[in-house]
């Protein structure tokens, strides 16, 4: 089977940056997904790490440890828009992205 | 317009009822999926096809049936809608090939059941 576990919430200031982290088991691996939803909205794609290592999108930037099992999403210069759930994703199934979520990391940026 | 549409966007029905939510998307994928997300929790996956011949089940199908009837929809059916079934329903498409870790979402159902 599959599981992941991310910290259920996160507060920080404006300004400042913030991890989340992720830890997955799994039976097959192939990319961890990282995922924003705002209260009532729809999930929307952040980033994506299919190998080892740190992605960069502006200011969100993902991390892959495979051999740990492990992710984590970085955002710097917080701002307040930035207060939403994140949600890492694990695909594991290489023909057809066969993706399991994480239960949800809610932050909350203060002014 | 969405790329991803879904329809009702908000259902209040009945135990006992069928309910169907329906999908459709715009943006030429060929794989579609069928979440759910109850308040605070993440997303589970409850049917996914990776094309109009191919239906999957996938962590929750009980109580629950789908139909892809063509590419571009995707459709959700409750056959007896019981409480529990409360929730925020989402549609997503993938791309058609490669791991890109991308699904693309609806704006939701939804659906309460009383």
């Known amino acids: 089977g599959q599981s992941l576990e991310q910290p259920s919430e996160v507060t920080a200031v404006e300004g400042a940056i913030v991890q989340i982290n992720c830890t997955y088991q799994t039976s097959g691996f192939y990319g961890l997904s990282w995922y924003q939803q705002h209260d009532g909205g729809a999930p929307t794609f952040l980033s994506y790490?299919?190998?080892?290592g740190l992605e960069e999108t502006g200011r969100f930037s993902s991390f892959l440890s495979r051999s740990d099992s492990y992710g984590y999403l970085l955002l710097q210069e917080l701002q307040m828009k930035d207060s939403a759930s994140y949600f890492c994703?694990?695909?594991?199934?290489?023909?057809?992205?066969?993706?399991?979520f994480g239960p949800g990391t809610r932050l909350s940026v203060l002014p | 317009d969405a790329d991803v549409t879904q329809t009702p966007r908000n259902r209040i029905t009945k135990t006992g009822k069928r309910i169907m939510l329906e999908c459709s998307q715009t943006?030429?994928?060929?794989?579609m999926y069928w979440y759910r997300q109850d308040p605070g929790l993440g997303l589970q996956l409850i049917y996914y096809s990776f094309d109009v011949k191919d239906i999957n089940k996938g962590e929750i199908s009980d109580g629950y049936s789908v139909s892809r009837q063509a590419q571009a929809k995707f459709s959700l059916s409750l056959e007896s809608a019981i409480p529990n079934q409360t929730a925020l329903y989402f549609c997503?498409?993938?791309?058609?090939?490669?791991?890109?870790?991308?699904?693309?979402f609806g704006e939701g159902s939804r659906l309460t059941v009383l």
């Open positions: 997503a498409t993938g791309a058609n090939s490669g791991n890109t870790g991308e699904l693309f």
């Open positions: 994703a694990v695909t594991f199934d290489n023909y057809g992205q066969n993706f399991v």
């Open positions: 790490n299919g190998l080892d």
């Open positions: 943006k030429g994928h060929d794989r």
